[in-house]
């Protein structure tokens, strides 16, 4: 396979992307497909400072445009440093999370404008967008649930953040914003119900990797 591909999660936490990525990788690997793992914020040095800042230092008290700025100097040099040349050698790229999470969470949640956070992010990734955005799709009544290990599927368990700890109205409105953009975007964004078994999941994961692969988007 000669051509790039570039794959997201995208979901609330505690919905399963840590779980289905590995399980994809794994698949990646044993079919042999030359593949990167990463995420956002953090797939850099820079990034990785970046997220310590915007995740785990509350005292901070970082603005919500800081904020959006923030994720925005992060996805610029994980685009330019990793993804796009990646994709250049024609390798499937695997993202934990990418721009529709900044739509989400600064553009509805920090209620800074979709429309705003969706220019400002084509402008950090050159004009690259997935070829194909997974939604785990999960009610948030079962957020909290699962953060506290009653049913937990998102793999290893990882510091909370400040946005773990946000309002249940909070993850309503990220999750209108995630559905209402895979409404819009059905060809890129394909919806998971996450709340099904870790091996249905894979398995309608590996169906939509295949098509993409097969359809040479």
């Not at 797939?43 to 959006?68: C, I």
């Not at 923030?70 to 040349?85: G, K, N």
Request: charged share 25%.
């Amino acid at each position: 396979m000669s051509k790039g591909y570039l794959i997201s999660f995208e979901g609330l936490d505690g919905a399963g992307k840590t779980t289905q990525i590995d399980k994809l990788m794994a698949w990646l690997e044993q079919e042999r497909i030359p593949s990167l793992r990463t995420r956002e914020p953090g797939g850099t040095a820079l990034g990785n400072e970046l997220r310590t800042l915007l995740l785990h230092r509350p005292d901070l008290q970082v603005k919500p445009l800081a904020e959006a700025f923030l994720y925005q100097a992060d996805r610029a040099q994980h685009f330019a440093e990793l993804i796009l040349p990646a994709l250049a050698d024609g390798k499937v790229v695997v993202t934990d999370r990418c721009f529709d999470s900044s739509i989400a969470y600064q553009g509805a949640g920090r209620e800074l404008g979709t429309e705003l956070i969706h220019s400002l992010s084509l402008i950090a990734t050159q004009g690259r967008t997935p070829d194909l955005t997974i939604l785990l799709d999960l009610d948030p009544a079962s957020v909290q649930t699962r953060m506290n290990g009653e049913d937990d599927q998102s793999g290893a368990r990882s510091q909370l953040t400040y946005f773990d700890r946000a309002s249940e109205e909070f993850h309503q409105r990220l999750r209108s914003t995630f559905l209402t953009l895979a409404r819009a975007h059905p060809e890129r964004i394909k919806i998971i119900n996450a709340a099904q078994s870790i091996e249905q999941v894979h398995l309608q994961i590996i169906t939509l990797v295949q098509g993409l692969f097969l359809s040479g988007v």
